[in-house]
């Protein structure tokens, strides 16, 4: 079974680019990456998903290695309004077994 | 707005009590699913339903009783629980299980036993 792994915690500052890999061995070729972001008292938001190569959207972008033992979701410029919790999630596309991630506190600074 | 809504947001009761959390959505979507957020824990999936079938059971202690009358309604019926069942419980929906469809969570229902 696919276990995602990623930082308990990063600091940043305004306008920096943060990058928070999560590591998820043993997942198949169809298996989807996807990062949601959660703030207190609000249930997850999804973010970004791929499963190769490089996504990119209006928010973010998803790195993902040609061994997808990892995936890095990427924010460029982040705000004040970036601290929040971020959640790594691969879905086993075989029998729809869902792992998510313990999440990333990301603490952005003035 | 996500699209899902939960009710009630908050929820008091005793462990002897029998209480259902609701969730709908208005996103046309096919699965749902129920959630337990325990604090510093991972989501942990509890149930999974696609076309009103069940589909996935994560385990859950049969004090949780859920019931999906249409691709719309999903509910968390309650009885008998323990100190140690509360928790956030996010219900989710999405247009189908296999991860390739995002899904979209509600707020949640923070629930509390006495």
């Known amino acids: 079974l696919a276990k995602t792994t990623q930082p308990i915690s990063m600091d940043s500052y305004e306008g920096q680019e943060v990058n928070i890999t999560c590591s998820h061995n043993n997942i198949a070729t169809n298996d989807y990456i996807t990062w949601y972001q959660q703030f207190p008292s609000q249930g997850p938001r999804f973010i970004i998903q791929g499963y190769k190569t490089k996504v990119t959207n209006e928010v973010a972008s998803l790195f993902i290695p040609a061994d997808r033992k990892s995936s890095t979701l990427s924010l460029p410029r982040v705000s004040l309004s970036d601290t929040a919790v971020y959640y790594c999630l691969v879905v086993l596309y075989n029998n729809n077994d869902m792992r998510f991630g313990a999440g990333t506190r990301l603490t952005v600074k003035p | 707005e996500t699209g899902v809504t939960q009710t009630p947001r908050h929820l008091v009761m005793g462990m002897t009590n029998k209480k259902s959390l609701k969730c709908e959505q208005h996103?046309?979507?096919?699965?749902m699913y129920w959630y337990k957020q325990s604090a510093k824990k991972p989501l942990e999936l509890m149930f999974v339903?696609?076309?009103?079938?069940?589909?996935e059971n994560n385990s859950v202690p049969s004090r949780f009783s859920p019931e999906c009358p249409n691709s719309s309604h999903l509910f968390l019926h309650l009885h008998t629980l323990q100190p140690e069942d509360s928790a956030l419980y996010l219900c989710a929906s999405s247009q189908d299980p296999t991860g390739g469809q995002p899904q979209h969570f509600g707020d949640g229902t923070r629930l509390s036993i006495l």
């Open positions: 339903y696609n076309f009103k079938e069940q589909t």
């Open positions: 996103l046309g979507h096919n699965a």
